[in-house]
């Protein structure tokens, strides 16, 4: 029995966080949000050099071969780095229904080509979830039509992978009658899109007709481990600025650090943390290895990052008393980061109405 | 991660099993609130787990245990067994958990010798004579005085939240040696026959309805001064030792586990409306919710186990589990009670009542053990102080 981070995981998440930390340091997080565009083309080809981008991809296609607990490593620098990278898309959500789902010769296509970063898939599963005002794809005679929301990583796709009911069918950026709009969200690290389709003819199908579903459901269930991973990243860059803020902000002669009242904030945000880290390392490792139980684990997971997120980066927020609230203070990053996080793909009431469906509570 | 625990604890496991379904009609059973066992209940039962190696596995054989070199894994496999077999585990409790470790550490060997044995056999009972009525969170400004007058130590003053001195032989206290020291440097560690002349001790009813405490009065109480352990003024620190235990004991995963269990079932069967309380998809949000922060302290054990057993240190993380794991049990028993409405208001007297009153005594013991043993917010200073680098209040 064993329950913790190897060594060679530690050794990722070091790599990881230290790449984020001297290649995207928030000043060009920053830079990369004033100027519209979240997408940093040199440093996603530096990270895809790393193993990191493939980290879900087969080594027998190019890639890492990694497992979801590693991937979790991952995401958790992601969001202790407020990386403005893209993750769930290319390097998660695709190559896992690519490995379920893909013929041969649509594996040989692209795996190799996500694991090196030279292409960037994204998926449109948020209306798996749940459907938000007149989103929803339809299929006649053959061609697409409809609204596609909330697409992960959409902004620096090159294609797109739509479901439609339970099929899943491939559409490149440029195909005709596709629209990809801009979807801009509270957090300016990552980059949705929504996709307007009109009659438009996919490229191909990934999986048998009608045979995507459980395959869709499964890699959603891994993306919501992997946002709670990188929730948990969130809450513990959220705690040290709050720390770090509270050792040197002097107020009444003394560091602010020294009064209760602040220390039981961070004492409380360190409380809420710790347990919801092994909760997430507890989710991720049951898809290497509990499959039964995974999704249930995810849904738990998830809602209750979501739950931990929020109350931590408010409270942190609260440490920095005025600083806080202004835009030049870091910390709005990361509270954004989370505010988005906890709504894609379920918020924590529908995950926990999923686990109680899950566990049949409801007669 | 790996999550499997290998052929040979597998091994134990599976042997473990077989004792437990063989014996089980044999074992005791255990109660809450006054229903709690006794020596002469109890010890007959630890006698056969420590002679088949399940109970006071790692203490020395020369002092009544099985000698073996302790093994985390062992341990959480034992108490998984145990607790999923519903049959009392290795005798627990202030002796075994608190004094024998202190003893280990600082006694001599005529008090190891003495004391030990029989209090791993759970034939001693004992109590912890620390905190008092005006020493609390502060418990170094404790003023039970032990006056030395020649081999004798003479008792004078009184103890507070003193569970099980009602039944316990002897206490394991603090009192104040040397009046004249500073705060800390005053205090000694005693052992104290309960049946000496002049100890009184009265129950303290909480407000769960049940006498889990007692006060403990202290007149004239000679004791020989050969019941010090450690040095005169040294107590402070010999109690420090062991006071860590206290705080992991509490808030446990296994109890929120037990108490989740519980309440899953007792909202699938309590009736509302013609139909059963877990119909209510608000009470199920509420439940999924509880579920997650009950799952993640079960897995914050598994991390804590690993650590140790790795022999890391587990950093901020080893001293978050009272502070969660008490609101948490707290939180669940209260949930059962939402679940059951006016019913969940009953006195566990009424004929209505449900579970004869177990969810209000978990509501409010809980509770009382958010206070006790380190306050919750003793605790959140503890975390931030040596967990987080936060400097102390300035005195």
Known sequence: MDFGLSDEQRLLDDTVRRFLAERLPLARVRALRDAGSPFDREAWKELAALGVVGCLVPESFGGAGLGVLDAAVIATAFGHGASPLPFLGPCVLAPLLLRELGSPEQQQAWLPRLASGEARLAVAAAERVERRQDAGVREAGGRLDGVALFVIDGGAADAFLVPRGD????????????????????????????????????????????????????????????????????????????????????????????????????????????????????????????????????????????????????????????????????????????????????????????????????? | MDLRYGPEYEKFRAELRAFLAEQRPRAPRAGFGEG?????????????????????????????GGGFAPDPLIAAIIAEEFRAAGVPGPASGQGIDMLVPTLLEHGTEEQKRRWIPPTVRAELIWCQGYSEPGAGSDLASLTTAGRVEGDTVVINGQKIW????????????????????????????????????GIEVRPLRTMT???????????????????????????????????????????????????????????????????????DPNLRDQLAAIQARTLAMR?????????????????????????????????????????????????????????????????????????????????????????????????
Request: with cysteine; aromatic share 6%; charged share 20%.
């Open chain 2, 299 to 395: 897995c914050h054990a598994m991390r804590l186990l690993t650590a140790r057993a790795r022999g890391e240190s587990p950093g901020v993380a080893g001293l978050v589990t009272k502070l969660n794991g008490c609101q948490l049990n707290h939180d669940l028993a209260g949930l059962a009670i939402d679940g059951a409405g006016e019913v969940g208001a009953l006195s566990r007297d009424a004929a209505r009542a449900r579970d004869g009153g177990r969810w209000h005594f978990h509501w409010m013991f809980q509770l009382g053990l958010i206070i006790g043993g380190g306050t919750a917010q003793i605790q959140k200073n503890i975390i931030a102080e040596r967990g987080l680098g936060m400097p102390r209040e300035p005195k």
């Open chain 1, 167 to 363: 099929d899943l069918w491939l559409v490149p950026r440029g195909a005709p009658g596709l629209e990809v709009l801009p979807l801009p969200t509270l957090d300016a690290t990552r980059s949705l899109v929504e996709l307007r389709l009109h009659a438009v003819a996919p490229a191909e199908r990934l999986g048998p007709a009608g045979g995507a579903g459980a395959a869709l459901d499964r890699a959603i269930d891994v993306a919501r481990a992997l946002l709670a991973a990188d929730l948990l990243g969130c809450c513990d860059r959220a705690l040290a600025l709050a720390v770090a803020y509270a050792m040197q902000r002097k107020q009444f002669e003394r560091p602010i650090a020294s009064f209760q009242a602040v220390k039981h904030l961070c004492a409380e945000m360190a409380a809420a943390i710790e347990p919801a880290r092994a909760l997430v390392w507890y989710a991720a490792h049951a898809f290497d290895a509990l499959q039964g139980e995974a999704a249930l684990d995810a849904a738990l997971a998830k809602s209750h990052l979501a739950e931990v997120g929020t109350f931590v980066v408010r409270t942190a927020t609260e440490v920095h008393g005025g600083i806080g609230f202004t835009d030049a203070c870091d910390l709005h990053f990361w509270f954004k980061r989370v505010a988005l996080s906890r709504q894609l793909l379920g918020g924590p009431t529908r995950l926990r109405t999923r686990a109680a469906e899950l566990q049949g509570w409801a007669s």
């Open chain 2, 209 to 279: 309805g049940y006498a889990e405490f007692n006060e403990v009065f202290f007149t004239d109480v000679r004791v020989p001064l050969a019941n010090l352990v450690g040095k005169r003024g040294e107590g402070w620190k010999i109690a420090n030792t062991t006071l860590r235990h206290e705080r992991d004991m509490l808030g446990s995963a296994s109890t929120s586990e037990s108490l989740f269990h519980g309440l899953v079932k007792a909202l699938r069967e309590e009736p509302v409306d013609g139909r059963r309380a877990l119909d």
């Open chain 2, 36 to 64: 709690l066992l006794t020596d002469t209940q109890l010890a007959p039962w630890q006698r056969l787990l420590i002679e088949r190696g399940y109970a006071a596995r790692t203490i020395p054989q020369a002092y009544g």
């Open chain 2, 162 to 197: 003193t569970s099980t001195a009602h039944v316990a032989k002897l206490m394991f206290g603090l009192v104040r040696t040397e009046p004249e020291a500073k705060k800390h440097a005053g205090i000694s560690y005693l052992l104290i026959p309960m049946d000496t002349p």
